[in-house]
């Protein structure tokens, strides 16, 4: 079993930055942890993800070079450092942990499937406003 709590959302200008944190606690291994975000009336997308053992990172095309994610092992923690945001950033931001990056091109996925990863935060808003 593992728990994921989520902090750091808020709400910020068009082009600010925010630094989400995903802490997980419980039986936790070697695994592929990824950030979601999901919008009213829409499905839930994967933008970035991230291997434990090794630090790989991998991301959605529509965040490459504005976003981050990183971990610090020592803490169980997952970070994701979010710049340039814009309205279209705007969601509930999810952590989720065991899952799987099934297909990438230079560390770029077309897509990650909610269904592939087993444990999952409550979310934490992201709010971008123009």
């Known amino acids: 079993q593992v728990v994921l709590v989520e902090s750091g959302g808020g709400s910020v200008p068009v082009g600010g930055s925010l630094r989400l944190s995903c802490i997980a606690s419980?039986?936790?291994?070697?695994?592929?942890m990824a950030w979601f975000r999901q919008a009213p009336g829409n499905e839930r997308e994967g933008v970035a993800a991230?291997?434990?053992?090794?630090?790989?990172?991998y991301y959605a095309a529509s965040v490459k070079d504005r976003f981050t994610i990183s971990q610090d092992n020592a803490k169980n923690t997952v970070f994701l450092q979010m710049n340039s945001l814009t309205p279209e950033d705007s969601g509930t931001y999810y952590c989720?942990?065991?899952?799987?990056?099934?297909?990438?091109?230079?560390?770029?996925?077309?897509?990650?499937?909610?269904?592939?990863?087993?444990?999952w935060g409550q979310g934490t808003q992201v709010t971008v406003s123009s």
């Open positions: 991230i291997y434990t053992g090794n630090g790989d990172a």
């Open positions: 989720a942990a065991h899952g799987r990056v099934r297909a990438h091109v230079g560390g770029v996925f077309r897509r990650l499937l909610a269904a592939d990863f087993g444990y």
């Open positions: 419980g039986t936790y291994s070697t695994n592929y």
